[in-house]
């Protein structure tokens, strides 16, 4: 299987609650490699962009609010299979129905403050990556 690349944020939630190191270890855990990190918020106009795909949804409002409200943990995470592997890893957007184990069902709150970002694919993983990292921030 081929090496690729995945992109994740530990959302504002995560954060607050203390969860930074905790979600890292799982990261690290299950064999993903960190390729770029750091911490950082996004603006409102960050949020709008990024999440532009869900901007007709009715909890887009509420998305953008919550994205923004505190620091963020941005990373690009390499890895065979990486977005597949790492949507695993997360589980499913409601943590109510994420798998034992998972960082959702460990961490999340609510299916919006659910603890982590995953890309949904490679082409996305590419485009969410450059939204946060310069080609220098990358290793
Ligand atoms: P993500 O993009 O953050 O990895 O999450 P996802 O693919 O599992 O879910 P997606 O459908 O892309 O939704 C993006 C984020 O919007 C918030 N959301 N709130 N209140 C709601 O019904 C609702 N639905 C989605 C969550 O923060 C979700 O992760
Ligand atoms: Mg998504």
Do not use: C, W
């Not at 597949?84 to 961490?107: H, Q, S």
């Amino acid at each position: 299987m081929a090496t690729n690349r995945t992109f994740t944020m530990i959302k504002p939630d995560a954060v607050e609650n203390g969860h930074i190191g905790a979600i890292l270890e799982k990261i690290n855990a299950a064999g993903f490699r960190i390729v770029a990190l750091k911490q950082t918020q996004m603006t409102t106009r960050d949020a709008e962009a990024f999440y532009a795909i869900h901007s007709e949804r009715p909890f887009f409002g509420e998305l953008v609010e919550f994205m923004t409200r505190g620091p963020i943990v941005a990373a690009i995470l390499e890895k065979d299979n990486a977005v597949e592997d790492f949507r695993t890893l997360i589980g499913a957007t409601n943590p109510a129905e994420a798998a034992e184990g998972t960082i959702r069902k460990l961490y999340a709150t609510s299916i919006g403050e659910n603890a982590v970002h995953g890309s949904d694919s490679d082409e996305n993983a590419a485009i969410e990556g450059a939204f946060h990292f310069s080609g220098r921030e990358q290793f």
